[in-house]
């Protein structure tokens, strides 16, 4: 009698099959309801991220503004101009390799320089020059030949112009008196230094543009579209972003956001914000430009 009350409180003791699906069905719903919570905070971490990786690079360009009392070209020799490379002349490079040092990466400014006379040999990654979100671009090279680098980040065409071809309404940058606050006519808060990019954007089987931060954009017109020369800087265009495209569906004549619901832009003052991808183009042109005179919209 007593082993049959031991083997019935042992069968009490166990699970049956119904009540193990019913658990695990719980359980994939509480998993359910919990996923998206975590994605958004991820989200959030990474817009976080890539905001301060917009800050710490809007910051920089002051202080190397205060140094060298001129800002660079989007790419040319800095801090003055001049043709030519070696130790008699100014190095060669684009805005994100000059702003190395102030970003605290002298060590790759200095490695680069000494291994190549022009910075498109960018070969060291730069974790400020990679947004979390961005699926094209990691800490890796995207070139595993050269390799290269490259940079989510598009520094204002518009504000730092090109040592051969200048977009109308930029301060010259042979001028030793380009600089801040000389170039931002229109105030430093109301002018976009630095935006969201795909580093890797266009078909899978031909037109890929990959965005070095060794290098500067070409080919592009100013509404977005393709045209242009190699001397014209092409990574800003007055054209507004496009909201979050797939990275085989993108144009690499405009920007991306990383984020259906804005993009963020550095701004001249050295702060951060989202911008609304619904933004009209005469408010973002506005404020891609620092000299037009116009203010902002109520939009902005």
Not at 13 to 24: D, K, S, Y
Not at 40 to 62: C, Y
Not at 223 to 239: D, E, I, K, V, W
């Amino acid at each position: 009698m007593l082993r049959f009350s031991l083997l019935r409180r042992r069968r009490w003791l166990g699970f049956t099959l119904i009540e193990l699906l019913v658990v695990i069905a719980i359980i994939a719903i509480l998993i359910g309801l919990l996923l998206p919570a975590v994605q958004k905070v991820r989200e959030a971490a990474a817009r976080m991220q890539s905001s301060n990786n917009l800050k710490q690079m809007s910051l920089a360009l002051h202080n190397m503004n205060d140094t060298n009392n001129v800002l660079p070209a989007m790419v040319g020799n800095y801090p003055t101009a001049g043709a030519g490379v070696g130790p008699s002349t100014p190095m060669r490079g684009t805005v994100q390799y000059f702003l190395l040092p102030f970003i605290e990466q002298n060590n790759a400014y200095n490695a680069m320089a000494a291994n190549h006379n022009d910075s498109w040999w960018c070969g060291y990654g730069i974790k400020t020059y990679v947004a979390p979100s961005d699926p094209t671009n990691s800490t890796s090279p995207i070139d595993s030949g050269s390799p290269r680098f490259a940079t989510s980040y598009a520094p204002n065409e518009w504000v730092f112009g090109s040592g051969s071809a200048l977009p109308s309404n930029t301060i010259n940058q042979s001028n030793p008196k380009a600089g801040i606050p000389k170039t931002f006519v229109d105030g430093t808060s109301n002018t976009i230094v630095f935006s969201e990019k795909y580093a890797v954007c266009g078909d899978s089987t031909s037109n890929v543009a990959s965005f070095y931060y060794g290098e500067t954009g070409g080919g592009c017109d100013r509404r977005g579209g393709q045209g242009g020369n190699g001397s014209t800087p092409g990574f800003y265009s007055l054209a507004v972003p496009q909201a979050k495209p797939s990275p085989f569906n993108c144009n690499s004549c405009l920007l991306q956001s990383m984020s259906a619901g804005g993009i963020q832009v550095g701004l001249g003052d050295g702060s951060v914000r989202t911008v609304n991808t619904s933004i009209s183009a005469t408010t973002w042109a506005n404020a891609v430009q620092p000299a037009d005179g116009n203010p902002l919209g109520s939009d902005w």
